[in-house]
């Protein structure tokens, strides 16, 4: 039996003011909040999401506008994820701790896959997160490819 995907058939164009997550694994908060210090205009300037601590020590530091949801072990990555799935995020900067064993890492790979399979940009480090803000896409619409659920669907219930 052959592997089906979904076909990239569908297209979904990202605003102008885009929706943007901010997690940071506990041993990297720090480096994300030097980050996102150094951005912060920028920052400011679009929707701003969080999971816990991170979400707040941004919002507490810098004075930004941060929706904060769970914790990621408490089901804030999979919050996250669900707002990707739903087309309500645009890009994803996540940075993880290469050198921490994290207990709900099958979150933070769910978490990663669903922004692979819905096309969202993802920087998981200040290097690839400087590249992606400073893009000129960010402040302007861009539209991308996005996998046909309705058809992929279809496809599975065929007999």
């Known amino acids: 039996m052959s592997e089906q995907r979904p076909t ?4 979904r164009t990202l605003p102008q003011r885009k929706r943007i997550a901010l997690i940071a694994h506990d041993g990297k908060k720090d480096e994300l909040l030097e980050w996102a210090g150094r951005w912060q205009e920028t920052l400011g ?20 506008s941060v929706e904060g949801m769970m914790s990621g072990p408490l089901g804030g990555d999979q919050q996250i994820g669900a707002r990707i799935t739903e087309q309500r995020l645009d890009l994803l900067v996540f940075f993880w701790d290469p050198f921490a064993p994290m207990p709900h890492d099958p979150d933070v790979k769910a978490l990663l896959r669903l922004a692979a399979l819905w096309n969202i940009p993802v920087a998981c480090n200040a290097a690839s997160a400087d590249f992606l803000i400073s893009s000129p896409y960010l402040a302007e619409e861009y539209t991308m490819a996005i996998p046909d659920a309705g058809d992929w669907v279809a496809a599975r219930t065929q007999p």
Request: proline residues 0%; charged residues 20%.
């Open 8 to 11: 990239r058939k569908s297209q």
């Open 45 to 64: 300037q679009h929707d701003l999401v969080g999971t816990g601590t991170t979400a707040k020590r941004v919002a507490a530091t810098l004075g930004l």
